[in-house]
């Protein structure tokens, strides 16, 4: 398939805005060194002069692919990519739209989250393309890098399970890595494995242990159908939180509350209320991959707030009470992948009043899209916190209208702390 600028206008263009304004503060939330590509880890010398270090640590959700994943995590190596080759900012969109077609196209014809494939193991492939596009790989290139990167690097679904760590946070920053590795050595000669998706012991054969489909790419491209968080939260919870915030029009106090019954997908229950730690969570990591305690933050202050999943938050009597009479019960109609976020969160109350709110497609869904202005807001709630007002007004002027910017390394200097 070949790629320019030239179609990538409107929507495309659009989506690479939505994308980066939830990309950007995680920039700011991360350590940097003198270098804006810094080293990582900055004791360790890297594999390559320079590599990615933005990680999905404190932020709300950049877009998402529509089955499961975040194709925005890719933007941390085209940020790199596009500095180091002196790319301009129209560049920058098409090697996004680049990125998430592969990502989304990949995830259309192959069940990784089914297999136990993490889905940062697809963030790689999307960002080896989108930065070889960036740096002006030859099409043999281009091949053998994927090559590498698919060939030699893939995570399993066990950094999401059971108690969270660290790493969960940093998985797609590795990916990234490696998918920049992987492209300055096949820009210096390196060859990869062929057939690495389709051979005898190719990534489909070897995951899916039956035939796949190949990706269809073009049009519609697959970022057309990314969506957002609106919440600081993990997918599933994201009609979760919505609809418990429109409940709490039903009742004055959470104590008046019995229970809470939580009618949600089977995938969305065995990947967010699990176990016992999902209403009982110790770590932020787990907190805000919670379907149960997203639930009972909603209900109890109306909104979601990152300092809710850090203590005391974590240990408030009776916030954790609140969410013991929480429950969470598989639906049948949220299993049509048509309606694979659907909530429907029943509030009964202790005067014996049953009240429930039904959420198909949360805000910033691309159903139900978030608008510039609550974009806007989100973005400015992340980056106040590292930034002055002017230079938050001065960011947010340079990723509307990003493809006017002649260099991507205006866009990182921006976010200089």
């Keep these: 398939m070949v790629i320019s600028s030239a179609p990538f206008g409107g929507i495309g263009a659009q989506r690479t805005k939505l994308a980066l304004a939830g990309l950007v503060p995680m920039v700011l939330n991360t350590a940097r060194s003198e270098s804006v590509a810094a080293p990582f ?4 010398p890297p594999p390559g002069d320079a590599v990615p270090i933005v990680s999905e640590a404190g932020q709300p959700g950049g877009a998402l692919h529509d089955g499961a994943g975040h194709p925005s995590d890719t933007i941390a190596a085209l940020l790199t990519a596009g500095e180091l080759s002196q790319r301009s900012g129209r560049d920058l969109i098409t090697a996004t739209v680049l990125a998430y077609e592969v990502y ?9 989250l089914g297999h136990g494939v993490d889905h940062t193991t697809v963030t790689g492939m999307g ?16 091949v053998h890098a994927i090559g590498i990167t698919v060939g030699g690097n893939t995570a399993t679904r066990q950094g999401r399970a059971d108690t969270l760590s660290n790493w969960k946070a940093y998985a797609a920053a590795d990916a990234c890595r490696k998918a920049i590795f992987s492209v300055q050595l096949a820009g210096n000669g390196m060859t990869g494995p062929s057939n690495v998706f389709e051979g005898r012991y190719g990534f489909f054969k070897v995951m899916s242990r039956k035939p796949v489909a190949p990706p269809q790419l073009g049009e519609p491209f697959g970022i057309r159908r990314c969506f957002t968080k609106r919440f600081p939260l993990g997918q599933f919870s994201q009609t979760v939180a919505q609809a418990a915030v429109e409940a709490r029009s039903y009742f004055k106090s959470p104590d008046e509350i019995l229970e809470v019954n ?11 209320a699990d176990g ?23 209900l109890m202050y109306g909104k ?7 203590d005391p938050y974590l240990h408030d009597a009776r916030l954790l009470d609140l969410v013991s009479r929480i429950k969470c019960l598989p639906s049948d109609e949220a299993d049509q992948p048509e309606l694979a976020n659907l909530c429907e969160l029943e509030v009964v109350l202790r005067s014996g009043v049953r009240k ?16 510039d202005a609550e974009m806007e807001e989100k ?4 980056a106040q916190k590292h930034l002055p007002a002017d230079r938050v007004d001065n960011l947010l002027r340079i990723v509307w209208s990003v493809e006017k910017e002649p260099q991507v390394s205006n866009l990182i200097a921006a976010t200089r702390v």
């Design 104 to 112: 989304c196209k990949i995830g259309d014809v192959f069940d990784y």
């Design 276 to 298: 016992p730690d999902k209403w009982r969570p110790q770590t932020h990591e787990t907190a805000d991959h919670s379907i149960p305690y997203s639930a009972g933050l909603a």
């Design 262 to 272: 939580i009618h949600a997908s089977r995938s969305a229950i065995k990947i967010m």
């Design 356 to 371: 429930t709110v039904r959420v198909e497609y949360h805000r910033g869904h691309f159903k139900n899209s978030m608008t």
């Design 127 to 142: 960002a080896v393309v989108g930065a070889g596009k960036l740096v002006g790989l030859t099409p043999e290139e281009m």
């Design 379 to 382: 973005f400015r709630l992340m």
């Design 304 to 310: 979601i707030d990152p300092d809710y999943y850090e």
């Design 41 to 44: 880890p900055r004791n360790v």
